[in-house]
């Protein structure tokens, strides 16, 4: 191997801190990206790239591949606005079984309404049709 010769590489990433939107029970961190590509003298490859995390304390927040510190001589090739880690809502099982709830009885409410109404011609309201029930919200991981 030429040691005056640049080579490309993949070298992870290591997230370091704690965001304080994990802390705080706001978000859920998500790993979009775990290595990146680079080019560098075999001297120069670093054995990993550390990612901090802990500046991001509300959801959407995100770490992008330009963002990260790198010593001279690597070339990062990964895409500069490529997402590393972004933080996510944080919904439990629990409130997305209310919010699945609360619709099923909204639109509950509103077929009974519905057929509650009797035209100002004194003549019944024609009979409501079944309302669809939601969907349950598929869980996103």
Known sequence: MD????????????????APAVVGKIGVLLTLLDEV??????MD??????VDVSKLAEVN???????????TGVTVLTDKDQ??????????KEAEAEAAA???AKAAAAAEAAA??????????????EVEKPQEPTKKE
């Open 3 to 18: 040691l005056k010769e640049k080579v490309h590489a993949k070298v992870p990433l290591e997230l370091v801190g704690d």
């Open 37 to 42: 590509d680079v080019e560098a003298l075999p």
């Open 45 to 50: 490859l670093p054995e990993k790239i550390t």
């Open 61 to 71: 927040q995100e770490v992008k591949v330009g963002e990260l510190k790198i010593s």
């Open 83 to 92: 997402s590393i880690v972004r933080v996510s809502a944080l919904i439990s």
């Open 102 to 104: 609360e619709a099923v």
């Open 116 to 129: 509650a109404t009797v035209p100002a011609s004194g003549t019944p309201a024609a009979p409501a049709t």
